[in-house]
């Protein structure tokens, strides 16, 4: 059983379309981290959210945490190209629980 | 350029091979990660150190062997692996075992393949 369910597993768009990634859990975490991996090379850490309910923006990507600090989104406005990649979810508990990974391309 | 180098970035080997993986970070970090991560899926916990302990084993098969000989190096020593242990070993960092809201610093993984 996935601890954290991530959607969806693919998602393939035009550029400038707008999208959004989600991430839920029946259990309540202390933290919330989004990562980004390309092909070749780690994940790379794009935002934590801690507090219930809290939006986080870096630039184009809106982040949200849910109240209940079970479920976020991603949402990405005017996906580019270099958008492309491997997201991942990442819940802190005792340690970092990965959700399944949202694969995402963007065609120019 | 990531802050936690891994080293070789390849590695073919065969099943009777012993080889070592090797990570490196210069972050002041008092943990240290090894993971798994096969293609197009998320990283898998194999070990944790914490200052230089081994804090959490995943339950890990012995032929792979974690060493952290000080608190910048980890290792991951392998002998008699299988062909389903061929994926991409990744090594992280953060500052403290304790994963309440610690980013983890990745690195960019050795693709090993098993003959």
């Known amino acids: 059983t996935q601890l954290l369910e991530q959607s969806p597993q693919f998602l393939s768009i035009q550029e400038g379309e707008n999208l959004t990634v989600y991430c839920n859990s029946s259990?309540?975490?202390?933290?919330l981290q989004w990562y980004r991996q390309e092909p070749g090379e780690g994940p790379v850490l794009l935002v934590t959210v801690v507090t219930g309910g809290e939006v986080k923006k870096l630039k184009r990507l809106t982040f949200q945490f849910g109240d209940a600090r079970k479920d976020s989104s991603l949402h990405i406005t005017a996906a580019q190209p270099g958008d492309t990649g491997l997201y991942l979810c990442?819940?802190?508990?005792?340690?970092?629980?990965f959700g399944a990974g949202t694969i995402l391309r963007v065609k120019s | 350029d990531t802050e936690v180098t891994q080293t070789p970035k390849h590695l073919v080997m065969g099943m009777t091979n012993k080889k070592s993986l090797k990570c490196e970070q210069h972050?002041?970090?008092?943990?240290m990660y090894w993971y798994k991560q096969k293609a197009k899926k998320p990283p898998e916990l194999m070990f944790v150190?914490?200052?230089?302990?081994?804090?959490i084993n995943e339950s890990v098969p012995s032929r792979f062997s974690p060493e952290c000989p000080n608190s910048s190096l980890l290792n991951l020593h392998l002998h008699a692996l299988q062909p389903e242990d061929s994926a991409l070993y990744l090594c992280?960092?953060?500052?403290?075992?304790?994963?309440?809201?610690?980013?983890?610093?990745f690195g960019d993984g050795t693709r090993l393949s098993i003959l």
């Open positions: 972050m002041g970090h008092r943990a």
């Open positions: 259990s309540v975490f202390s933290s």
């Open positions: 990442a819940g802190s508990r005792n340690k970092l629980v």
């Open positions: 150190y914490s200052y230089e302990k081994l804090s």
């Open positions: 992280a960092s953060s500052q403290t075992d304790r994963a309440l809201n610690q980013p983890q610093h």
